[in-house]
């Protein structure tokens, strides 16, 4: 289905990337927000509590993170769209409501700003460091998707990607920013409504008597009900049937587990995406992802004018990973060469889809601004010279 | 038994989950059934009821009443209750859980739920005692009543729920017993029939836990204390309603009047700020004037 107009601000503009994801949000569909405030993610609930008056939607400035985190997915059971907004500390916050989110299959979507950290670390300046966070952070084994944006334009694109991938698959979806996108300004296109494709519940056609609320259909996905529509729902984060029921024995969490793991992890080569340039004869590939991937490009270059072959591969879609593209690059390249806004996160997943065969080089960066593009372009120089 | 009679409350009830996990003499059930009575008795539509639990024994009511039941994490119903309530203002949302899941690790949400005036009725079953874990100190226990990490007595100060609820602006409090059967049922109708964020408190036996640990006997024991020591007070001054060990139990309605709720007065702010540009946001059933007849009591 096409976006309700109500929400899209057709036009050119001039916006930076929190202002772009929050009408990105609008024009998926997103009519309920909760948030708390905390640079540098404040700008996108600041826009949603001017705009939502203007298209039915409610905003909630609530106590904390943690309030805000399963407001949201109140008002999912209720029938909207929703997500939530924050940065490092709030997103430690918001980790329980992650896991019930999954749990309990609840279609929401945080936006993370990611700043330096741990603890109060860089509130205003950048990080990539909640990466494995995002991956891991709840307790238990669940699955979750997250994407990773690199412009104010993509901001807008993947809000959009975000909500319908949540729809689509039931699961939290998380967009992992970073300050510097989040606070970068460019230019903007927001498309007509009728030219943006949004995905609607996977509302189900049961009557309430043949209804089971957790019954998967045949991609693992159960349809969905909303209170107040006579189905008396039972949503719970304990472990459970199809019916929603407690069940507290190792069979009914294997079959739950199971699930929840395996809708993601079956269905990834129909949701990861990614870029990639002058890949086809490369020597060194440079995997990267948000602002760090448009440093990486001019490192990339540098490196092209010492003579290396060296390509890019840039993740959108950041988990599910791209393991299977990994380990064909793995065969063919004689490094990948990583740098990220922290101190080593993403680079072990292409370590382990690598499966050895290939050199991996860490580019590490402990955050508050992007890394000297010069640093990435002798990373991928020495990665070159070594393997030759 | 008659077999032939059902009774009355079991529509509302998930009888598939029964017996429920609730300990004999454990006062939670007797205020579920106290609940369904009221809903029996008024005239809410049940399919546009929700209840919200928590974590803990009291948590475990949504999941054995049959509207639409959401077990969330600890502490935090009422904040799930918020984007429930305020996403589909159609819906009547009942929190309903116990004292350690609402007022200890739930206790910002609490009050500010109750400062936005939040339209949502709060059920708290108060037993003093974390009850599904084994035994431990809530924010209500008394002194010098002992617990399983206050071995020794508790020596901190008890919460005051109502004086609590009162202060941060709740529309209606009131507090029963699990001996004011009629009492409860009765006050959960006057509680559907109201709107914005109400506070009905209900102090509740733990013979497993509470009771036997402190030598109070069983169930009805308690029974018999709620009965020898309750003082009915409605109206009185939130504050003088501290509970101490085994002292007097102050019960009533102390707190029923009306101000916006969060809904109303967002309204109320978008329109005299944005003028026509703002289409009011619907407020549900809770709202309608009061010409209309709206979940009264009966009888």
């Not at chain 1, 472990?239 to 990834?268: C, F, S």
């Not at chain 2, 431990?136 to 399983?148: G, I, L």
């Not at chain 2, 009629?182 to 509470?210: H, N, V, W």
């Amino acid at each position: 289905m096409h976006a309700d107009p109500s929400g899209v601000l057709t036009g050119k503009h001039y916006l930076d990337g929190n202002h772009a994801a929050c009408e990105g949000a609008l024009a998926a569909g997103c009519r309920f927000a909760a948030g708390y405030p905390i640079t540098p993610s404040t700008e996108i609930v600041e826009r949603v509590a001017a705009r939502f008056p203007f298209m039915g939607g409610t905003f909630i400035q609530m106590e904390d993170e943690i309030a805000a985190s399963i407001a949201i997915q109140g008002a999912v059971w209720a029938g909207k769209k929703a997500m939530t907004v924050t940065s490092g500390p709030g997103f430690s916050l918001m980790m329980e409501h992650i896991g019930l989110a999954a749990i309990t299959e609840t279609p929401c979507v945080f936006f993370n700003v990611q700043r330096g950290g741990p603890s109060t670390g860089l509130p205003t300046l950048p990080g990539q460091a909640d990466m494995m966070q995002a991956r891991w952070g709840s307790h238990g084994d669940y699955e979750i998707i997250a994407l990773s944006p690199q412009s104010p334009q993509e901001c807008f694109n993947i809000a959009i990607d975000a909500f319908n991938l949540a729809e689509q698959w039931r699961v939290p979806v998380l967009v992992m920013m970073d300050e510097c996108v989040g606070h970068m300004t460019e230019r903007v296109i927001i498309p007509k409504a009728e030219t943006i494709e949004v995905t609607e519940r996977r509302w189900t056609k049961k009557k309430p008597s043949d209804y089971k609320p957790f019954e998967p259909g045949p991609d693992l996905v159960p349809d969905m009900a909303k209170a107040g529509d006579g189905y008396h729902l039972f949503v719970t984060g304990l472990t459970h049937d199809e019916r929603g029921y407690p069940v507290m024995n190792w069979q009914a969490q294997e079959k739950l587990v199971h699930r929840l793991v395996n809708k993601i992890r079956l269905a990834t080569d129909k949701i990861v995406r990614f870029e990639e340039e002058d890949i086809e004869g490369a020597d060194v590939v440079v995997v990267s992802y948000g602002i760090t991937a448009r440093v990486a490009r001019r490192g990339a270059e540098l490196a092209r004018q010492k003579g290396v072959k060296v390509g890019r591969l840039r993740l959108v879609v950041v988990w599910p990973f791209p393991e299977k593209r990994i380990l064909e690059l793995a065969s063919k390249v004689q490094a990948f060469v990583v740098p990220e806004m922290n101190y080593g996160q993403m680079v072990l997943e292409v370590e382990r889809a690598a499966k050895g065969k290939t050199n991996v080089v860490c580019v590490p960066h402990g955050g508050g601004e992007v890394h000297d593009p010069q640093v990435i372009a002798d990373a991928i120089i020495r990665a070159a010279k070594r393997s030759s | 038994m008659n077999d032939k009679q059902e009774n009355p409350v079991n529509p509302y009830l998930r009888l598939d989950r029964m017996p429920s996990i609730w300990c004999p003499g454990c006062g939670i059930g007797t205020s579920v059934n106290c609940f369904a009575r009221a809903i029996t008795q008024s005239k809410i539509d049940v399919k546009k009821l929700a209840i919200v639990s928590g974590i803990g024994c009291t948590g475990r009511v949504s999941g054995y009443l049959n509207f639409d039941s959401f077990h969330t994490t600890h502490g935090r119903p009422i904040a799930f209750a918020t984007g429930l309530k305020l996403a589909n203002p159609e819906l009547h949302v009942v929190v309903y859980s116990g004292e350690g899941d609402l007022i200890a690790i739930g206790g910002n949400h609490f009050i500010h739920a109750a400062r936005r005036n939040i339209d949502i009725l709060v059920v708290c079953v108060n037993n003093f005692v974390y009850g599904m874990t084994g035994g431990q100190v809530s924010p209500t226990s008394p002194e010098p009543a002992t617990f399983t990490t206050a071995p020794y007595g508790q020596f901190e100060e008890p919460f005051n729920l109502a004086y609590l609820a009162d202060s941060c602006g709740a529309v209606y409090i009131a507090r029963w017993t699990t001996f004011h059967v009629r009492q409860l049922a009765k006050s959960m109708r006057d509680a559907f029939g109201k709107k914005g964020f109400r506070f009905i408190e209900i102090i509740a036996p733990c013979p497993t836990l509470y009771q036997r640990r402190n030598r109070l006997g069983d169930g009805l024991d308690a029974m018999r204390y709620y009965k020898e020591k309750s003082v009915v007070k409605n109206g009185a001054e939130t504050k003088s309603l501290r509970i101490d060990f085994q002292s007097e139990i102050t019960v009533g309605t102390f707190v029923d009047r009306e101000r916006p709720t969060f809904l109303e007065a967002m309204n109320n702010r978008f329109q005299k700020a944005l003028g026509d540009k703002y289409t009011p946001y619907p407020l549900g059933p809770s709202h309608q004037p009061k010409s209309q007849p709206q979940a009264q009591a009966s009888a």
